[in-house]
């Protein structure tokens, strides 16, 4: 038995915390009896711009080009490289 001592430490010598450090208050909610204003006003005053025709340029499928070549990183940094079908087994080196 510890007969001196403070009495913030347990009797195994951990520091306990201050009573008034763990007791909170407990808090009150007060919920929103109000009803929430319409953020949403805007839409007939100011309608969206109609959408145009389609052009066919801009919905045409693109072209597809084959080639004998590929395009690679170069091995340590440095810009890509364009290298042929017989070569892709040495990409990165």
């Keep these: 038995m ?3 001592g403070s ?3 347990t009797p195994s010598g951990r520091k306990m915390k201050r009573p008034w450090q763990t007791r909170r208050r407990q808090q009150v909610w ?3 009896t109000v009803s929430m204003p319409m953020y949403r006003e ?3 005053k100011y309608p969206s711009a109609k959408l145009g025709s389609p052009v066919a340029d801009e919905t045409a499928k693109k072209k597809y080009y084959t080639s004998s ?4 990183p170069a091995y340590n940094k440095g810009a890509y490289q364009v290298i042929s079908k017989e070569n892709i087994k040495d990409i990165g080196r």
Aim: glycine share 6%; proline share 0%; no cysteine.
């Design 30 to 32: 007060h919920w929103r």
């Design 2 to 4: 510890i007969v001196q």
């Design 7 to 9: 009495m913030n430490y």
């Design 42 to 44: 805007d839409g007939d």
């Design 69 to 72: 070549h590929t395009i690679a």
